[in-house]
Structure formats: C-alpha cells, structure tokens
C-alpha cells in the first residue's frame, strides 16, 4: 500500500521559510518522479516543483530562487525547502509520487501552509 505523508507546514511571517518532509512508504522510492503541489482556496492544484529519478528538478516560475526540492533516496524521504515565503504562498501542499513512465499519481493528505504576518 502505497503511502505518502507529509509534515512541516505551519503559519509563518513573510519573509520566513519552512522545510516541508514528505515520507513515502509502499513504493520503490528511487523509481518515482517526486513533487510537490498545491491548492489555494479557489484555485486550482498546481505543480510547485518536481524532482526526477536522476536528480533534474523543475520549479515553478513563482517559486524559482525561492524554493528547492530535493530528495534522499536512501531514506524515502522527498523535502521542499521554501524561503522568502509570501502570502500568495499561502496553499495546502500535497506530496506526489508517480512512477517513471507511468500516468498514475500518488498523493499525500496534504500539510497547510499559511503566510501571513
């Protein structure tokens, strides 16, 4: 059974920055394009930044120089360090998981992340 869970949201002030931590279990991690979306109240889900089995990783534009995604294959483990937070980054962030040439997506619950002073 494949899992995704994800940690580290929070309220933080403009300006500051959050690691979000996404474990995943159920799945042969270093197989799967990983990334991180989110969801504004009213909007659509958006791709924030993926990361592909050989490391090459793909932002954003509104989050490029601010955000970086990474991964540690070893240890299941995606994160998504975010700085220089604003408030229109203010979203439920979703951990995804889809294994390489494949069209099925695996998603966390979902951790808030409100910026706001």
């Known amino acids: 059974q494949v899992q995704l869970v994800e940690s580290g949201g929070g309220l933080v002030q403009p300006g500051g920055s959050l690691r979000l931590s996404c474990a995943a279990s159920?799945?042969?991690?270093?197989?799967?394009?990983m990334g991180w979306y989110r969801q504004a109240p009213g909007k659509q889900r958006e791709l924030v930044a993926q990361?592909?089995?050989?490391?090459?990783?793909n932002y954003a534009d509104s989050v490029k120089g601010r955000f970086t995604i990474f991964r540690d294959n070893a240890k299941n483990m995606e994160y998504l360090q975010m700085n220089s937070l604003k408030p229109e980054d203010t979203a439920v962030y979703y951990c995804?998981?889809?294994?390489?040439?494949?069209?099925?997506?695996?998603w966390g619950q979902g951790t808030q992340v409100t910026v706001s002073s």
């Open positions: 995804n998981a889809r294994l390489l040439g494949s069209v099925t997506d695996y």
């Open positions: 159920g799945i042969r991690f270093s197989l799967y394009v």
């Open positions: 990361i592909g089995t050989t490391g090459n990783t």
